[in-house]
């Protein structure tokens, strides 16, 4: 069983960074993507952004794009979430999850997932 810890959430006003980081921990860990999704009360969990954890191959949802950046270190079995220019609109619970095959965007595709980490950003 795989353990997924996410941390760096908290409160930020629009304009401004967090970057949210997940570790994995359990058995040997080799999960074909590691990816982000949030929520908001009443709403579906959304894709935020994933990367492949072998070939490094990441995807963004298109609200996201070319404000946030997924990254990984192998070695310390950890993806992290890098948030620039933050928005209202990015307020929401943000989930790890790993899994991710055949589709990548889709959450049930992800069996492992962490507790979340709330952001909320202030305008």
């Known amino acids: 069983q795989v353990q997924l810890l996410e941390s760096g959430g908290g409160l930020v006003q629009a304009g401004g960074s967090l970057r949210l980081s997940c570790v994995a921990s359990?058995?040997?860990?080799?999960?074909?993507?590691m990816g982000w999704f949030r929520q908001v009360p009443g709403k579906e969990r959304e894709f935020v952004a994933t990367m492949t954890w072998s070939a490094g191959v990441t995807l963004y949802a298109e609200s996201v794009k070319d404000r946030f950046t997924i990254s990984r270190d192998n070695a310390k079995n950890t993806v992290y979430l890098q948030m620039n220019s933050l928005k209202p609109e990015d307020t929401a619970v943000y989930y790890c999850?790993?899994?991710?095959?055949?589709?990548?965007?889709?959450?049930?595709?992800?069996?492992?997932w962490g507790q979340g980490t709330q952001v909320t950003v202030s305008s």
């Open positions: 359990g058995r040997t860990f080799s999960p074909y993507a």
């Open positions: 999850a790993a899994g991710g095959f055949p589709s990548l965007r889709v959450s049930r595709q992800y069996t492992s």
